[in-house]
């Protein structure tokens, strides 16, 4: 196994058609199926980053900026920001196209977590990311912010042991 990879091999783009079965009953996309693409999309790149079976560990917040309607097709793309000891942070954008009028619009963005796991499902190490492009490298500087956050707001570690989110709030008071 690689002991590093570059973010671009874990990029993975999906596209869907949004069916009468993936609607509610005001023709827009159902959040919930739109949560499991997601997961789908994010699961595929963090296998790619890792090569291993990988499990969700958290889902960020998603936020629902505009509403696919049915007959829309919708593209997702995903990338690994960061890996960490077992867990990488994947960025997932969803784009909303309306073909025949010819529009296509960002809905969705978020970050989900994933954790490598051997075949006994324990944790197991992945290599370390290169990012290379400046959103790559603006993602991967984020990301130890943001786990730490994740990691706060699950009670794993205390508030006072954040270091890269105090860092973060000296930053924004100077």
Not at 21 to 27: F, G, K, S
Not at 55 to 71: I, M, Q, W
């Amino acid at each position: 196994m690689k002991h590093e990879k570059f973010a671009k091999e874990s990029f993975v783009t999906s596209a869907e058609m949004v069916l009468p079965n993936d609607t509610n009953p005001l023709h827009n996309l159902m959040g919930g199926r739109l949560l499991h693409l997601m997961d789908v999309v994010a699961a595929i790149s963090a296998q790619k980053h890792s090569n291993r079976v990988v499990v969700t560990a958290s889902v960020d917040n998603v936020s629902f900026k505009h509403s696919p309607k049915l007959g829309d097709t919708i593209t997702l793309e995903a990338h690994v920001t960061r890996a960490f000891n077992s867990s990488m942070e994947v960025f997932i954008r969803v784009y909303t196209e309306n073909i025949p009028n010819g529009t296509k619009i960002e809905t969705n963005t978020a970050f989900f977590t994933f954790v490598a796991v051997d075949q006994t499902g324990r944790p197991i190490i992945v290599p370390k990311l290169i990012p290379e492009s400046e959103e790559e490298k603006k993602l991967f500087d984020g990301a130890l912010q943001r786990r730490e956050f994740r990691l706060v707001m699950a009670g794993r570690i205390k508030l006072k042991d954040a270091t890269s989110l105090h860092e973060f709030v000296e930053d924004i008071n100077n």
